[in-house]
């Protein structure tokens, strides 16, 4: 039976409900595509104008940028201008097929000019004169689309463009979803990018305004401003909003149980129905794969939970395999956790990331078939764009590191918090890269993370707890003491159930209740006990500055370690030690060198940002509420980017490592994270590298790793997290199994 379409056909409700709904269409394999530009427009037509628009972004389009989408807007303005003017008549099935082409016309020039609005540009190399000239002719399609619609529709008693509004719409939903399921305050970067746009979008020039406003939102953002000018190279320590943070210039993604647990609170279609990135699988689908699951699904738990990561995993993968490809593999890497409850099982880890990697390999190897189409065959195709985190919470670390490197597959150290982890773990980065660069084969970028926020937390509660147990000493109330201090910071509900005192103590002075430290309550309870002074003004004025002074803790890290191996005298040194001592040449070392980035996470203040600022062997990765500070730290008046070049090279007040190492109680936990051991003092002087003594001998030991309050802490963060993303998986494969 042929349903006709009436004249509420055209209405914008039924408009906005066709695009909501429809679903992309399946590729064949292989591509029937017969050039680029018709590559282009086929992809588009069938839903995937986000591949489609990242076809472009390839060296080998470089010089006929304009000539190729010359051609698609040829073809799908001829498409667009058919479907609008037809007249009334025909069935929904035909008008709806009529709605989608000028959809995905609107859809596939919008997300090319924002590539050429943003960063993948530079980093494909197209000249600017070429990008500018696209662009006017995009926006000059695009314009011309909406008057057509605005036409059509006008005939239809209304002026409105419903189909060019709901793309944008679409777009900007996109970015609203960043941490929407797990706010934390001030809310994320790309979330606020999306209100400033939409604030500025005037319905009656709809895809210009937004371009408008979205190019002064990418060109004058900070992020955007620092990459241009090679300050930094940047990463997201989250899941979600990535293709916006490639315009911004972001180059690099992590995640780990938490974040993989969030992506499908914030995008729930990652469990069914996602229709994001194309080729991306949902959880659902990949379910149905595998049969065997649904018999008893608990015993495949750890299984299904690594399916369920890749699922989070994938769509990631394909919004940085552009400039991935583009880079030879020096950005667009994607940082994958590895299982946290066998970290110190070296085999079963490499186990799993080997099955990880070759999953990965084989939907790329699909996925870069209509990514790269048409391009050198010389090109390899498949080989992920992926390193994986190896959490140094044991001496089994060091040799995964090791092995992971030497096939070419790279590594993110998490997990690390102190320089004798981070140098041991740099250096088995070295040994496995050099094995495989001497076989020719080619390397990725890799990572040493300095979670430095974590480790100021721990450091900011042993002290905590350190003063809170003086100022209580011999008091016969201290019970009624701690309660009344629990009420007043707002943690009494968390602190009532406790048994112990030292629970008690703990759960009050951890990073939820006493950050900072020099919050009023716990100032009276110290100032009464006489600890750190004899007035509240005298403890307010020393825990303002010891709070100061913990915060620089993960910083103070972060610059040793860059120090150690990328200062401008120790690399050199380096270089020589790696031809000396693995037979390489020059050239093989400067790969091997030039591939480690030191890489700043757990942020908590702008500062560890800015103060940690590098221009080669440096990527700083970002939370999505902590992006956004850092963006409003830059719209302060008087803020000078130029002012934090080369930052990480530059020290801190020298006082404050005089007070870490001297002064305040929490010395020990300072020097154990700050120093080397015996052994890598050894390994740094056979290198050369001078002043050897100022870098102590005194830091933790692999044997001790794993019992550091930091990794402690983490690792039973990261576990929890992995064991109810676990169950929420295997509940899913069991949901699945009971409807088939």
Known sequence: MRVMAGSQGWSEDYIREVISSATPEELSFPSESCDHSDHIVNLALKGHARLAADHILHKEMRGHLEEVIGNVIRQLNLLFTEAVTVERGGTLEELKKRILVCARAYEVLLQTALNLIGFE????????????????????????????????????????????SKV???????????????????GSMVARIAEEISDKIDPDRVTSSFLEASEEQIRGNIYYRMAEAGLCKFGNDYALGLRWLRHLGFVQVSTNPVLAAIAYDDDPSLWEGYKGESLCPDFRSLVEKHPEWFRDPESHGDEIAAAGTEVSIWPNLAVFRPIAIASGMRHGMVSLQLNPKIAGDFERSLKDALKIYMDAWDFLKRYDHYLLWGYSEMEERGRPNMVFKVSGSSPASIELTRVLESLGIGTNNTVTFTVSQEVSLILAKMEGRAEAVKKGIPLTTVYETNMGGRLDDHIREVQAERLLKKALEGRTDREEVLKRLAEELGAWK????????????????????????????????????????????????????LENDIGCCGILVSKRVYEVFFSPENRERWLRYLQSNYGLTRSQAEEVIDGIDVLPASKRKPMETLETLGCRNMTNTEFPNHQLTVLLKSREPGFKMDDYKESILRGLDPDVVRRLTETWDIRDLFVSAYELTPELAEILEDAGIADIEKYGRNGLKPEEWGRFGSTEKTMREFSESYDRFRKRCVEFVAKVASET
């Not at 112990?500 to 110290?526: D, G, M, Q």
């Open 121 to 164: 540009r530079k980093i494909v190399g197209f000249s600017e004169e070429e990008v500018q000239r696209t662009l006017e002719k995009i926006k000059e399609a695009l314009a011309g689309w909406e008057r057509l619609e605005r036409e059509r529709l006008l005939r239809e008693g209304h002026g409105a463009a419903p189909i060019a």
């Open 168 to 186: 944008v719409e679409e777009i900007l939903e996109e970015m609203r979803k960043v941490m929407s399921k797990f706010y934390r305050a001030p």
């Open 494 to 545: 968390d602190v009532e159930g406790k048994e112990t005192f030292e629970e008690k103590v703990r759960t009050i002075c951890s990073r939820k209740y006493l950050r900072p430290l020099n919050k009023k309550p716990f100032i009276a309870v110290l100032a009464e006990a006489g600890v750190l002074g004899g007035s509240e003004e005298e403890v307010a004025e020393k825990l303002a500055l």
